[in-house]
């Protein structure tokens, strides 16, 4: 129960820096968003590179890597507000990159949300064949 307050409150903070950034595109809300988008584009690159060594490995390492990457690839069944909750940050963190001008910045997190999103199809697949 903790952590869900405490995903709630750090989720609401992100939400109103995100949309400081976005109405206020030259103050520092818009470098500490940056600074969270890559630090996502980090975590991203790091379980993308975890997830082919699951596709390209076999056997029981396969399934250690699978169950280590399951928390993270396939969390546990999220309700409707969720999914519209996490869609809704994903646009805030584009228009507040885009209208700060932090356009390479912006590019590398649509192909790290898009990479993401093709190996968790790619995993998903794997897992029910």
Known sequence: ???????RVINV???????????NPN??????VVGVVWLLNIVVAALSGLAVLVLISEGDVREKLKNA???FFFP??????????????KMLIVLSLAFS??????VCYAL???VF????????EQATA
């Open 112 to 114: 790290a949300v898009v």
């Open 76 to 89: 546990h069944e999220l309700p409707l507000v969720s999914k519209v909750f996490g869609w809704v940050v």
């Open 1 to 7: 129960m903790k952590n869900k307050k405490l995903n």
């Open 69 to 71: 990457l399951s928390k």
């Open 27 to 32: 103050s520092a809300a818009v470098y500490l």
């Open 101 to 106: 001008g932090w356009i390479i910045t912006l």
């Open 117 to 124: 999103n093709l190996l968790r199809a790619q995993l998903t």
């Open 13 to 23: 903070v992100f939400v109103v820096l995100l949309l400081a950034a976005l109405f």
